[in-house]
């Protein structure tokens, strides 16, 4: 009985390396089959309902881990900031007020508490007149934003949460 020399071949290959290349098969296969969060997310009427068709440019460069990390340190990065320049803030915001109630106290400064009336009562009326209309400036900040995080939901969420993380530490 004659061989051809595939056969030939394929019978002087170790067995392990023919296992080896069905492992690769299946796992290409089963690779394949795994269905990409961002792709399933698309599809899906809820998720369009909510955050728009289009993920944005950032969903279609970077994975989903790759997003979350980004943004979960950025996020760790602002919250830390801001928790630190916020506590100088109040500190010295808190330090002045401390100062000046004592210069008032001790008789350095003298409030003329009639024109203080006077003035709150001015702002008062104008923000009662202004109370119905938001400024355009804000409406278009507003939108912008709304669009920026829908576009990019999963970088904006790992902020959100870094964010979050960095006040805490």
Known sequence: MQ???DVQASEDRPAHSK?????????????????????YAKRQRWWNRLFGKNSGPVAEKYSVATQ??????S??????????????????????????????NSG?????????????NKAKKQLKKGTNQA???LNTF???????????IVVTSGFVGG???GLAS
């Open 3 to 5: 061989m051809t020399a």
């Open 19 to 39: 296992m080896a290349n069905s492992n690769k098969e299946l796992e290409e296969e089963l690779y394949d089959k795994v269905v990409d969060l961002t792709e």
């Open 68 to 73: 979350l990390a980004i943004g979960g340190v």
């Open 75 to 104: 996020g760790w990065c602002a919250g830390y900031l801001f928790q630190k320049v916020g506590k100088l803030a109040a500190t010295s915001v808190g330090g002045g007020l401390l100062l000046l109630q004592i210069a008032n």
């Open 108 to 120: 350095y400064i003298q409030v003329d508490w009639k024109r203080v009336e006077k003035d709150v």
């Open 135 to 137: 400024a355009p400036e």
């Open 142 to 152: 507003f939108e912008k934003s709304t669009e920026f995080v829908k576009k990019n």
């Open 163 to 165: 964010f979050l993380l």
